[in-house]
């Protein structure tokens, strides 16, 4: 069964542009979560998707704003780039959100914004 | 968000050795999860726990979830070069959302 994919994997942006990540969950899994990952910050939880609906949200400004399809890929937008949102963006997948249910990472995607 | 509290920050051993390392929250989980991420790459899922007290073994890791819900704990048994990573805890409450600990960086010295 494959494994979490994200692209692109790598990607150069300049400030005030935009950009849109991609995330195709483990075939069967229905939950989709957001992680930004920086040196500084660790690992801050982004939002989760469920079913195509957001089922939690962390604490990140408007700019960052995501969605879920019905074949449960997932996409994470980010507009009017700023230098501090340089960092590895990670989703993670999960059968269906439950007690007992594991998430799975993606590689992640390197966001560099100059 | 919330972050678990995960220590040590750092770890340098001799290959061989034994590594144990833990994480504490502020609130009761129902789960924990422990991850090892190598550089420019996705956290790999290691062990998962779903019961205070739990015991659970993957080769020479072992995680137990601590009694009182609020901490867990890894052990790595005679080091090997390839544990060099990042290691994270992860924890779950009643809500859906998992909280990450703040990573410990395991260097192993042949």
């Known amino acids: 069964k494959a494994g979490v994919t994200q692209t692109p994997r790598y990607l150069i942006k300049t400030r005030g542009q935009q950009v849109t990540l991609s995330c195709s969950p483990i075939?069967?899994?229905?939950?989709v979560s957001w992680y930004q990952q920086t040196p500084g910050q660790g690992l801050q939880f982004l939002f989760e998707y469920f079913s195509e609906t957001q089922r939690n949200k962390g604490n990140f400004p408007g700019r960052f704003s995501g969605r879920q399809f019905s074949n449960s890929r997932s996409e994470m937008n980010v507009s009017t780039l700023e230098l501090g949102d340089s960092a590895l963006y990670l989703c993670?997948?999960?059968?269906?959100?439950?007690?007992?249910?594991?998430?799975?990472f993606g590689p992640g995607t390197r966001l560099t914004v100059l | 968000g919330q972050q678990l509290n995960q220590s040590p920050q750092s770890m340098f051993i001799q290959e061989g050795e034994d590594v144990s390392m833990n994480c504490t929250s502020s609130?009761?989980?129902?789960?924990w999860l422990w991850y090892k991420q190598d550089p420019g790459e996705g956290p790999v899922l290691l062990i998962a726990?779903?019961?205070?007290?739990e015991l659970t073994s993957n080769g020479r890791l072992t995680a137990q979830f601590g009694i009182t819900r609020k901490d867990s704990f890894l052990n790595i048994s005679a080091s090997i070069p390839s544990d060099v990573g990042i290691y994270f805890c992860a924890g779950r409450g009643t809500g859906n959302q998992f909280y990450f600990g703040t990573g410990t960086s395991l260097t192993v010295i042949p």
């Open positions: 609130s009761i989980f129902n789960t």
């Open positions: 075939s069967g899994h229905r939950s």
């Open positions: 993670a997948s999960s059968l269906a959100g439950g007690p007992s249910n594991e998430q799975f």
């Open positions: 726990l779903y019961k205070a007290g």
